[in-house]
């Protein structure tokens, strides 16, 4: 049997489970997952290698109206993933309906697979999920319409079925025991990132950007320094906490999904900078990894 093998881009608006998704198909906690929208900020990839085949996912970030440089460079990673992808999973859900005008053409003059998962089925009725099918069977009569529920592992089968099907013959691009294109350093400021989210509301979570400054690999211990930027004082005050409760808390918290991830006892250390204005700030988004030379 030929070897098949390629990109698939999961694009769709915050909140519709794309992350979740790709988690549940590369079966690893890959993508950060909050209930707060707007989570996922980077193109993340996930690597699922089979004995004939191989995928490689690209979660992307939500699709939104940018207000910041921070935005508008999280939309070309979303742009980026539709023009090199072999393959398009637009995700939605029953009472999303998807009217980002720009990207629905771009979908219908490629002519890359595309495959629309409705996801969270599970919410609504058979009735329901059928009138959602028909209505994207007219927006796109020659794609693939597929329901799911990413939760609860509902039809990935047959989705996962069907994304091997559109493949491309091709070797593989990854070693088979590679699950992401990403660092482990990656991996573990998104960890930071997700309990700040889970334990701070408002602007917080959004203000926030987490960077790994050292990662030193010890036989029994590995200790890790991270610093939070934060876009004001008064951010910082908030994640400090009153004498320092709330950031000891979420160094527990984060210590202890990080020592899950590597199977290895951790220390630490958190510090909180302010830098103001750094969604709009071209040279500190280069170095946090958002803008490449490729779209200077």
């Given at each position: 049997m030929a070897h098949k093998a390629g990109f698939v881009s999961i694009i769709g608006y915050p909140n519709v489970g794309k992350s979740t998704l790709m988690n549940a198909l590369v079966g690893e906690r890959l993508s950060i997952i909050t209930p707060k929208a707007?989570?996922?900020?980077?193109?993340?990839?996930?690597?699922?290698?089979?004995?004939?085949?191989?995928i490689i996912y690209s979660d992307t970030p939500g699709i939104i109206k940018p207000?910041?440089?921070?935005?508008?460079?999280m939309m070309s990673a979303v742009m980026a993933s539709l023009s090199d992808a072999d393959e398009i999973l637009l995700v939605?859900?029953?009472?999303?309906?998807?009217?980002?005008?720009?990207?629905?053409?771009?979908?219908?003059?490629s002519s890359t697979p595309?495959?629309?998962?409705?996801?969270?089925?599970?919410l609504s009725s058979e009735t329901i999920v059928k009138q959602s099918i028909e209505k994207w069977k007219i927006q796109f009569p020659t794609a693939d319409i597929i329901p799911v529920s990413a939760l609860h592992l509902f039809n990935l089968g047959n989705l996962l079925d069907?994304?091997?099907?559109?493949?491309?013959e091709a070797p593989g691009y990854y070693p088979k025991d590679e699950?992401?294109?990403?660092?482990?350093?990656?991996?573990?400021?998104?960890?930071?990132?997700?309990?700040?989210?889970?334990?701070?509301?408002?602007?917080?979570?959004?203000s926030c950007e987490v960077i790994v400054d050292t990662f030193k690999e010890e036989d029994n211990l590995d200790r890790i320094e991270a610093t939070i930027y934060v876009s004001r004082?008064?951010?910082?005050a908030i994640l400090?906490?009153?004498?320092?409760?709330?950031?000891?808390?979420?160094?527990?918290?984060?210590?202890?999904?990080?020592?899950?991830?590597?199977?290895?006892?951790?220390?630490?250390g958190l510090t909180i900078k302010v830098e103001k204005n750094w969604r709009e700030n071209e040279r500190l988004l280069k170095r946090f990894g958002y803008i490449t030379n490729n779209e200077e």
């Open positions: 707007q989570t996922t900020r980077h193109r993340i990839m996930g690597i699922l290698s089979g004995e004939d085949f191989q207000h910041y440089l921070l935005h508008r460079s939605t859900e029953i009472d999303t309906p998807f009217e980002n005008e720009q990207i629905l053409e771009q979908l219908r003059d595309l495959i629309v998962v409705i996801n969270k089925v599970d069907l994304i091997i099907e559109k493949l491309p699950l992401s294109d990403r660092s482990v350093r990656f991996f573990v400021s998104e960890m930071i990132r997700e309990k700040i989210f889970m334990l701070f509301g408002e602007e917080v979570p959004y004082e008064s951010q910082k400090l906490g009153k004498q320092g409760k709330s950031i000891k808390k979420l160094g527990m918290e984060a210590r202890k999904e990080i020592e899950t991830f590597l199977d290895k006892h951790i220390f630490l």
